[in-house]
């Protein structure tokens, strides 16, 4: 798969979470949203094959979607829309030719203006 195709896979099932934020994708010419919002972010990604006649090739990575809410307003909106999306994104969900490994929600963090959780949802394509 190629990886724009696993990014819109993921991009159009966070989408359909009732009430989803607006999603903004890297690199993308774009002011900040009013918050909250979400950042699709790929992480990383490998092309392995265990075969020696490389004909058994699959794809799997990392991607991060970044809740983002308001500075100083509390933890728990970020947290639980943070929980909503890992629980979109649930072991051995498949959708699109994407299978989830696993979805964690890791440790929020403030930036200069927002509070910032991570979602990381490790797939194989």
């Known amino acids: 798969m190629k990886p724009s195709a696993i990014q819109h896979a993921i991009g159009r ?20 949203p009013a918050v909250p919002y979400l950042i699709l972010q790929p992480r990383s990604r ?19 979607v ?33 299978t989830v490994r696993q979805s964690s929600v890791l440790t929020g963090y403030p930036d200069a203006v927002s509070w910032r959780v991570p979602v990381q949802i490790d797939w194989i394509a």
């Open 13 to 32: 099932r966070l989408a359909a979470i009732p009430g989803a934020p607006i999603i903004v994708v890297p690199n993308e010419t774009t002011t900040a």
């Open 46 to 64: 490998a092309d392995l094959d265990p075969t020696l006649a490389g004909s058994d090739g699959y794809t799997e990575g990392s991607t991060i």
């Open 66 to 98: 970044m809740v983002v809410v308001a500075l100083n307003s509390r933890t728990t909106a970020a947290d639980d829309l943070a929980a909503e999306i890992k629980a979109a994104f649930p072991k051995a969900a498949r959708f699109e030719g994407v």
